[in-house]
């Protein structure tokens, strides 16, 4: 006779994937933005209190930020803003990406944590870095 397991469910684990937007776990999860340019158009890097570190790279042409990405150490808070703000400054003109701010990352990403908005900050932080670079 087979023996049935019990399959036990971390509460936890299972309410993180129920809490939050389809767009946060994309952003959270996803890894095709995450890689350094060489050479760069512009960096642009910041670090917050919590010790997590933002790298964003931009590649421009004609005025437009042809393809943008990012390097992080941080948390998967950290990582979801950081995908956010390269996702959000692709295709658009240099003008256009310096009024991505921390609200409008967060407005898209629909849940990320109001103890985790500092996240969003720095990811902004390393953009406006990166802009200014250019």
């Excluded at 946060?24 to 890894?31: D, H, I, P, T, V």
């Excluded at 990405?69 to 996702?87: I, R």
């Excluded at 310096?98 to 953009?127: K, M, N, Q, Y």
Aim: glycine share 6%; charged share 25%; aromatic share 8%.
């Amino acid at each position: 006779m087979e023996r049935i397991k019990r399959i036990t469910v971390d509460r936890a684990n299972f309410d993180f994937w129920q809490k939050h937007s389809l767009q946060f776990l994309e952003m959270a999860l996803r890894a095709d933005k995450r890689e350094r340019f060489a050479p760069a158009d512009g960096h642009g890097q910041a670090q917050g209190a919590c010790g997590d570190i933002v790298h964003i790279f931009l590649q421009v042409r004609d005025g437009h930020i042809h393809s943008a990405s990012f390097e992080t150490n941080g948390c998967l808070y950290t990582v979801a803003c950081a995908n956010t703000v390269v996702h959000l400054a692709e295709g658009k003109t240099l003008v256009e990406a310096r009024s991505i701010d921390p609200e409008s990352v967060s407005r898209w990403l629909e849940t990320l944590p109001e103890e985790e908005f500092h996240c969003a900050e720095l990811a902004v932080g390393a953009l406006r870095m990166a802009l200014a670079g250019v």
